[in-house]
């Protein structure tokens, strides 16, 4: 009873083994199916993710060929405008702003000066002196065409007096404080001239903003004729 215990025992021991066996050939099998299984799906998901890459790289190279293509036809546009156009539109606003400050340049101005008036630039390191250089006076009257103008682009306020050369105390007129911009055209004599051609002096007197900070002076000569 013992043999034959044995004997079935051993054989169902190589039986079981046997089948053993058998199931671990399957699962080596089954997980090398699995690893294949796991490297197709690894290798298509790399694909994905290179395509994936590939999109973004070319939609990033269209939006920068977009960008770079409006910067270019900017950059054209701005080459086919006419030239000086920008500075003549720069000089248009500035002439506008001026306008709009000081008013239209007086009429007797020359085109030069009404140039200078709505476009030069404001110099702290100058002063701009404008008069007529027909000084006139009709016999019998007091009133002296002047025609004298403290520019807006003058940095600095003035008086002007009227003197005569032989005798700089003798004063025919001193103005009121001048800002840039004002204009005097005609004003009024304080001694009534006979005919004739009368040697006088121009004094400048140049002050800061606040009208009492005096900056400096200067002084021309010119001719008042009566007749």
């Known amino acids: 009873m013992l043999l ?77 405008l006419p030239a000086g156009a920008l500075e003549k539109e720069n000089k248009a606003v500035q002439s506008n702003k001026r306008v709009e400050e000081f008013g239209e340049p007086s009429a007797f101005l020359t085109k030069e000066q009404k140039e200078d008036w709505t476009e030069k630039e404001v110099d702290d390191s100058q002063v701009f002196i404008q008069f007529s250089s027909e000084l006139e006076v009709l016999a019998g009257s007091t009133q002296l065409n002047l025609q ?18 032989h005798n700089s105390s003798d004063i025919l007129y001193r103005s009121d404080l001048l800002n840039p911009g004002d204009v005097l055209e005609t004003v009024e004599l304080s001694t ?19 009208g009492e900070t005096f900056v400096g002076e200067y002084e021309m000569e010119a001719d008042i004729n009566v007749h």
Do not use: H
């Open 4 to 80: 034959i215990l044995r004997v079935m025992g051993s054989k169902w021991v190589r039986c079981f083994k046997g089948e053993e066996k058998m199931s671990q050939t399957k699962k080596i099998k089954a997980l090398e199916a699995l690893q294949k299984e796991f490297q197709v799906y690894q290798q298509v998901y790399q694909e994905q993710q290179e395509t994936l890459k590939k999109r973004k790289k070319k939609i990033i190279y269209l939006v920068l060929t977009a960008l770079l293509a409006i910067v270019l036809v900017v950059l054209i546009g701005m080459q086919m």
């Open 148 to 165: 004298l103008v403290n520019p807006p682009y003058s940095a600095y306020d003035m008086v002007v007096q009227v003197v005569m050369q």
């Open 192 to 210: 009534m001239l006979e005919s004739g051609n009368f040697p006088i002096l121009m004094q400048y007197s140049f002050y800061e903003e606040d």
